[in-house]
């Protein structure tokens, strides 16, 4: 009976939608979000969000890969307003695919700086970073030399054979990474140096990047590898049992005295086939607003990539003594080496 109902109203409904066919007007009120911010932390950003201006976000989540094989496939039937995604190679790939929308904003253009956001073209510009984060070293204080980890180099050092604990070489946040110094080393001696971090390895490649931190105060390793914001997160953490952790780990930041440290930006785009574009360029502009900087910061311990804001995170803080050098290499760079790091990883087992 209800079975015969709902077949029912479907036809009624079809029945009025044909001859009621105005055309479909976008809806001003809604913002179809792709985000891969993985951070319990960003919920109060949305919410907040929708208070100011009245849109409501429907989320989807995924991951960078997982997002931008979903616009693939869902060409330009695709929904999503705009794109959030959590890594340079990421984004630089999204705009090479033509999956973003370039846009003009002076609000943008003037609080995102050059180098953190796509070239301009004549159509505007591709996609924005919001937030910076680093990839730093972690080490076992009881059993490692600072001196012996201050370069990304030492990591494929034989002095430190049998300590390495890493998370997938093919996680984006690697890949940009070793993107980065292919850049920086040239490819062959990008290879050697990955050989020999597998040839440090303290265990194969396993977990996220807090794995690794804990695998190191555990003493199972005695350096691993570890973007800043999931360390901070320890640190700031009323937890005893995570208290007792960041106690035994010391953390560099790798090649102040060389090129620097390696930085990754997290960033948006607006979609291309957007059906709501004004609310999505809104949802950009706010992002980059004083409030929402300081829930990056604050929030989720990355840095704001708008200028002159203060930082006022004890951990970011204590973890630099307030500044450090980060790498000058232009994003597209990082990018484009994906491929060719992706094979040496396969050639020197690297999984
Ligand atoms: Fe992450």
Same mark, same amino acid.
């Given at each position: ?15 009025? *939608?044909? /001859? ?5 007007? !976008? ?24 208070? *100011? ?11 960078? +890969?997982?997002?931008? !094989? ?20 990421? /984004? ?17 253009? $003037?609080?995102?700086?050059?180098? =953190? ?8 510009? *591709? ?14 204080? =009881? ?7 201050? $370069?990304? #180099?030492?990591? %494929? ?31 062959? !001696? ?37 973007? $800043? ?31 620097? $440290? ?21 949802? /950009? ?6 409030? +929402? ?27 630099? %003594?307030?500044?450090?050098?980060? #790498? ?6 990082? %990018? ?16």
């Amino acid at each position: 009976m209800r079975r015969t109902l709902t077949v029912l109203s479907l036809a009624v409904s079809a029945l009025t *939608a044909g /001859l009621f066919s105005t055309p479909v007007l !976008a809806d001003e009120q809604v913002l179809n979000l792709y985000s891969a911010r993985h951070y319990p932390t960003d919920e109060a950003l949305y919410s907040d969000f929708t208070k *100011a201006t009245g849109i409501k976000i429907n989320r989807v989540d995924s991951d960078d +890969a997982g997002i931008i !094989a979903r616009l693939k496939a869902e060409g330009s039937a695709s929904p999503a307003d705009l794109i959030l995604l959590v890594d340079a190679a990421r /984004l630089w790939k999204g705009e090479v695919d033509g999956m973003f929308l370039p846009i003009k904003s002076k609000t943008l253009e $003037t609080a995102v700086p050059a180098q =953190l956001r796509s070239k301009p073209t004549d159509d505007g510009t *591709a996609w924005f970073g919001l937030s910076t984060r680093a990839r730093v070293v972690v080490y076992d204080k =009881l059993k490692i030399n600072k001196a012996d980890v201050d $370069t990304y #180099e030492e990591l %494929g050092d034989p002095k430190n054979k049998g300590q390495l604990c890493i998370r997938s070489g093919s996680h984006p946040y690697n890949l940009s990474l070793f993107g980065a110094m292919t850049e920086h080393l040239g490819p062959a !001696a990008t290879e050697a140096w990955l050989k020999g971090m597998v040839d440090n390895m303290a265990r194969a490649p396993k977990g996220g990047d807090t794995d690794q931190i804990k695998a190191v105060a555990s003493g199972e390793c005695g350096i691993a590898v570890t973007n $800043t914001y999931y360390l901070a997160r320890l640190m700031r953490s009323t937890n005893p049992a995570d208290k007792a952790l960041v106690e035994r780990v010391g953390v560099v930041f790798p090649n102040q005295d060389s090129w620097g $440290t390696h930085v990754n930006v997290a960033g948006g785009a607006v979609a291309r086939y957007a059906k709501n574009q004004a609310n999505a360029v809104k949802f /950009l502009e706010y992002l980059v607003s004083p409030e +929402a900087q300081n829930h990056f910061a604050n929030g989720n311990n990355e840095w704001p990539v708008v200028k002159g804001l203060k930082l006022d995170n004890p951990a970011l803080n204590a973890m630099t %003594g307030g500044n450090f050098k980060s #790498e000058v290499i232009p994003i597209s760079a990082v %990018g484009m080496n994906q491929i060719k790091v992706q094979q040496m990883l396969d050639r020197v087992g690297f999984r």
